[in-house]
């Protein structure tokens, strides 16, 4: 299982981890904490994690993910300490038909300093809410110095993003760069794929999307592909060079 540890700050601006909290330096540990914060047996998802070390997913399943079950959102922080994810494929339960990624739910969570390298997600079937750190972000969540590569394709899925499927709430993200091939229906964004909900502000500086979506419905864009109208967005040194394509409402950023 993974290891605990409790890291005290040394007056220099580190951080303080909480007792309780893991480090996760290989496939087996990862598992082990994904099934620990499910749907079935919740004991780990208001916790902190940290990478330990970069990990390479080659020829592992990820049995499931953090926060499998519509009943349960991730509460805590994870920190990839510059680390990376490696050849992650269709993270979770295979019967799962909604919210599919790393965490399938996060509320109120820190997620930064990661890299996710030659991701593929590839499903069928109409999963909807699809991105590669989250299907779900409810509440308010910070997304900071984040590289994801590699590819997000199911066919028939609304709400589906190179980082998040879908936002409920205000978002905070900073130094996101992504370079994915996606494919989906509608909602389908290089970022972000659906922004719903009054007052789900977004919050974007130093952001760059690239890559190529290929959609078959309404609502494709660069960095997001549908946005509430009753919701801002805060964008600073953002730039997209994906070729998108779809039906309706097209367009480089949104």
């Known amino acids: ?3 605990t540890y409790n890291e005290i700050p040394s007056g220099d601006g580190s951080r303080l981890y909480l007792p309780n909290s893991f480090i996760i330096c290989t496939p087996t540990q990862w598992n082990d904490i994904a099934t620990n914060c499910n749907g079935a047996t919740v004991t780990t998802c208001d916790k902190s994690f940290k990478l330990g070390a970069s ?11 953090i926060a499998e079950g519509t009943a349960v959102n991730f509460t805590g ?20 038909t909604a919210y599919r990624g ?19 997600y590839n499903y069928t079937g109409g999963h909807d809410f699809i991105g590669a750190i989250a299907g779900k972000a409810f509440e308010s969540n910070d997304f900071t110095n984040i590289v994801i590569s590699g590819s997000i394709s ?16 205000e ?21 972000i794929g659906n922004v719903i909900s009054y007052n789900s502000d977004q919050y974007l500086d130093n952001i760059t999307s690239a890559g190529i979506i290929t959609a078959t419905g309404s609502h494709i864009g660069g960095v997001y592909g549908y946005f509430d109208e009753t919701s801002w967005g805060y964008y600073r040194n953002s730039v997209s060079s994906v070729s998108v394509s779809g039906v309706n409402n097209v367009g480089g950023i949104i």
């Not at 922080?77 to 799962?96: C, D, K, R, T």
């Not at 790393?102 to 593929?120: G, M």
Request: cysteine-free.
């Open 102 to 120: 790393l965490f399938n739910q996060v509320e109120f969570s820190t997620i930064d300093n990661l890299f996710l390298i030659n991701i593929n």
């Open 1 to 3: 299982t993974a290891t």
């Open 77 to 96: 922080n994870f920190y990839g300490e510059n680390h990376a994810m490696l050849n992650i494929v269709n993270p979770g339960a295979s019967n799962l």
């Open 154 to 169: 199911s066919i028939g899925s609304d709400s589906v993003g190179g980082l998040v499927g879908v936002i409920e709430g």
């Open 55 to 65: 990990i390479d997913f080659n020829a592992v399943t990820i049995t499931n993910t």
């Open 171 to 191: 978002t905070y993200l900073t130094n996101v760069t992504t370079n994915l091939n996606i494919s989906g229906n509608n909602n389908v964004g290089g970022i």
